[in-house]
């Protein structure tokens, strides 16, 4: 019992992230109709149109015609996300998300680090680049390349060779490449819900008081640049966009300094001293 307590935010992410792919699964193949489509366009209960707001983006730059019901859809997403987390997809959601995890904990099993360090600022470039190239080659470009796209449509739509072969390239390059990881430097997906992360209502909250920086937080969050305990001190929550609420820091603090909250919250604790800014490189 005592391990499921410690990890309930992530088998809760798992159940979510692999009980989506299911329904959709069960939509293309069982005729279910409680999930139909895919990750980028989808009906909830065949009435309600999910539509993924940086895929539609680049289908308009594109110059492709889009029903009304699949801008409806963008809209819908887009303010679910702002509701519970602009990066919530990434870490309650996106398939990539569970493979990711995988790789980090290789990394602190084995003690590894990529050897290339690539810009986080990198993943927002991508973003932007991807909607002038989308409009001049007619297709939606980062649709075509994204691991996302095709984990998702080799599990959705009959599993085949070529997702063995993506997950192996990928954990190799997230564990022995890319020093952030593919969500951390280059995924623009990510980029685009950080964007909506600044303005999201539901936060992780910090109370100052009960912290002790240990560094228990820096060591299991997949950003933790996000981690800026004088800024939490300050807030009373984490304040970036980059954060997934994947609750990773609410599991594993000894003294529960972490909660949800929202984003209207202020801490009425006192502030950190100004040693107390430079927590996080220790820790890390």
Known sequence: MRFLYRHRFLIARRVVSIG??????????????VLTGNLSSSRLFRTVPLSDPYAVLQILAAGQPLASTVLLGAVIVLLFYALVGGRAFCGWVCPVGIISDGSSWIKRRFQLRGQFRVARSARHWIMV?????????????FEWLSPVGIVQ????????LGLAVVVAAFVVADVF?????????LCP?????SLVGRVSLAR???????????????VVCPEPHVIDFHEMAQKGIVGSGDCLNCARCLEVCPRDAYRFASHFHRSAAPDLDEGDHHATKHAA
């Open 20 to 33: 989506i792919l299911v329904l959709l699964w069960m939509g293309a193949n069982a005729h279910l109709g």
């Open 129 to 141: 680049v991807a909607l002038p190239v989308s409009a001049i080659t007619g297709l939606a470009a």
């Open 153 to 160: 449509r080799e599990i959705i739509y009959g599993p085949t």
């Open 177 to 185: 490449v890319l020093h952030n990881g593919w969500c951390g430097s």
């Open 189 to 193: 997906l990510g980029a685009f819900y």
């Open 204 to 218: 992780i909250g910090f109370q100052v008081d009960r912290c002790d920086h240990c560094g228990d937080c820096v």
